[in-house]
Nanobody
């Protein structure tokens, strides 16, 4: 069973927007820190954004600051990634992750997050 399920990916033109969602499956993760990573074609998976359990602490990859917004709704136990002004270089598979030790913190390292989704494809055409 995959612990996290992403949705909202798709094909969009450059300058467009997408909103990714991440919901748990079989878990309650309201106290977990959550993050988004991506794997762009030909590149290693990289950190995109992270949020602590109550949304008070947030961090972003430099190249997405001002364009992407991470948020969470603990009532639904769901995390979101609002992506605006998308660029072709944002194309990739986007993964949601959750970390029990990241409750009050955010971290860019993959090994801080023990629960992962299977990813959702984002394609940004020129």
């Amino acid at each position: 069973q995959v612990p996290l399920v992403e949705s909202g990916g798709g094909l969009v033109q450059a300058g467009g927007s997408l909103r990714l969602s991440c919901a748990p499956s079989g878990y309650v993760l309201r106290n977990y820190g959550k993050a988004w990573f991506r794997r762009r074609p030909g590149k290693k998976r990289e950190f995109v954004a992270a949020i602590n359990w109550n949304g008070a602490t947030i961090d972003y990859l430099g190249s997405v600051k001002g364009r992407f917004t991470i948020s969470r709704d603990n009532a639904d136990d769901t995390a979101y990634l609002q992506m605006n002004s998308l660029k072709p270089e944002d194309t990739g598979v986007y993964y949601c992750a959750a970390g029990g030790l990241m409750s009050g913190l955010v971290d860019v390292a993959e090994d801080k997050y023990e629960l992962w989704g299977q990813g959702t494809q984002v394609i940004v055409s020129p």
